[in-house]
């Protein structure tokens, strides 16, 4: 008897627990769809998701990748200054560049020049950005 009570409450308990799960599961879910809406800007966030869509391209020296129709997913990494870039199609990703803050809502690449130079904002992302003899730009918006 005292088997079938301890089971009981075993059970109870495991339902109580799957319950809990299931809501932190479902607010968790709510609160990262709303976090990652298309109107927020990246220099308003302490952490940034976006993809942006439009024309990309990327020259080694032996190959050239380019797409009309690309994308590039940015993410604003922990020290709240540094970006990453995942490319699609086979592009290799940038990663850790830095930025500042020019104007009001937009990021301009930190060490600016002519031949590396990514502007970021709410709407719209340009990179024309070489390192190593490598190419990769970007004209896209969200």
Do not use: H
């Amino acid at each position: 008897m005292k088997s079938t009570i301890l089971e009981n409450n075993q059970k109870s308990t495991l339902k109580n627990v799957m319950k809990f799960f299931g809501l932190f599961l479902l607010v968790f879910s709510m609160f990262a769809m709303s976090s990652c809406r298309s109107d927020d800007d990246p220099v308003d966030n302490d952490f940034f998701a976006g993809t942006y869509k439009g024309n990309i391209s990327y020259f080694d020296g032996s190959s050239t990748i380019t797409k009309d129709n690309g994308s590039v997913f940015v993410t604003k990494i922990a020290s709240g200054t540094k970006y990453n870039f995942r490319f699609s199609d086979g592009i290799p990703d940038l990663n850790g560049v830095e930025f500042n803050q020019e104007g009001d809502n937009v990021l301009v690449m930190v060490g600016s020049t002519e031949s590396a130079y990514i502007t970021i904002d709410n709407n719209t992302l340009k990179i024309a950005y070489t390192r190593d003899g490598k190419i990769w730009t970007a004209n896209g918006s969200r």
